[in-house]
């Protein structure tokens, strides 16, 4: 009930307001939050602190700083991503380098679109759908909250966009007869450290997320890694780059690896641009790493080589 009172009365209504409007708000809490409000700060710092080892303290706190005014920026435009036009959308959200796209959907080929939290996801996640051939379809956790699952969902999928819930992923698959694009955000802190792929990754050994590799060879899917480029506020370009449209010609982890290194040279072009705020290396790397990288290999290889 209090969830609904909230969206209907406050935040659709706060939606409606164009951006320039919505911007003197959050600029007012990005005030706050450098100043009184240290949201996260302390995760902020320790993973800026431990990705850029070489950078000065000034450097650091730069980085910080901006990382703060992006991330009120973020809030502005998500609660106006809730009633943006069709029309408004294409203007602030612009697409390079669509014939990857183009070309993979003439050799009919369905495509998982992998990047990290960077710039603004959730414009591309309402609008993918008005920007190429394939059905676009984006998988996400339910919410605890019921009724913002449905809500979000709802908003997010109102151009197109297919919202597969995480458990169901393979069972959409299987059933699925259409040329899709699915959006996959990899750079989340994984559940299990013994089932990730641990490389280095911002000068840190890290667990990275390998469900993207296990789709792309369990059902042949091209992989295409994009990043999204601030234009200037509230204007967006989103670049393209393919991996490989043939996974299961690569290796273990080798799409994994080149997915994390193009990543990894996003965030160092524009670092203020990534989530600082996530708790990104709070797995403990396992102890016995090159054995379980060799267990690992051989699942991989008896499931998908054999």
Request: charged content about 25%; glycine content about 4%.
């Amino acid at each position: 009930m209090l969830s609904a009172l909230a969206y209907y009365v406050l935040i659709y209504p706060l939606s409606l307001l164009p951006l320039r409007v919505l911007y003197l708000f959050t600029d007012v809490f990005y005030l706050l939050l450098i100043t009184i409000i240290p949201y996260r700060r302390k995760v902020v710092r320790t993973n800026i602190e431990r990705s850029f080892p070489n950078k000065t303290k000034k450097e650091k706190r730069k980085i910080e700083r901006k990382f703060y005014r992006h991330l009120t920026d973020l809030l502005a435009e998500g609660a106006k991503n809730l009633s943006i036009s069709k029309k408004q959308l294409l203007k602030r959200f612009q697409v390079e380098q669509s014939e990857v796209m183009d070309r993979l959907y003439a050799q009919g080929k369905s495509v998982l679109l992998v990047s990290g939290h960077y710039n603004n996801w959730e414009w591309l996640i309402t609008g993918q759908n008005l920007l190429f051939k394939h059905q676009a379809v984006g998988i996400g956790m339910p919410l605890s909250n019921g009724f913002w699952d449905k809500k979000l969902n709802a908003r997010r999928s109102r151009f197109g966009m297919r919202v597969i819930h995480s458990k169901i992923v393979h069972q959409f698959f299987k059933e699925n007869k259409e040329q899709i694009a699915t959006l996959v955000l990899a750079d989340q802190s994984p559940g299990d450290s013994n089932k990730c792929y641990w490389t280095d990754f911002l000068n840190q050994k890290s667990g990275i997320l390998f469900g993207p590799e296990m789709l792309a060879n369990t059902y042949n899917h091209a992989v295409v890694y994009f990043s999204i480029h601030k234009l200037k506020r509230g204007h967006y370009s989103m670049r393209l780059q393919e991996i490989s449209s043939d996974p299961r010609s690569l290796k273990y982890g080798e799409l994994t690896e080149q997915f994390v290194r193009l990543l990894e040279q996003t965030i160092n072009e524009a670092p203020e641009f990534w989530i600082w705020s996530h708790k990104r290396w709070k797995r403990t790397v396992p102890e016995h790493l090159d054995e379980l990288r060799q267990e690992q290999v051989k699942r991989f290889n008896d499931k998908f080589r054999s």
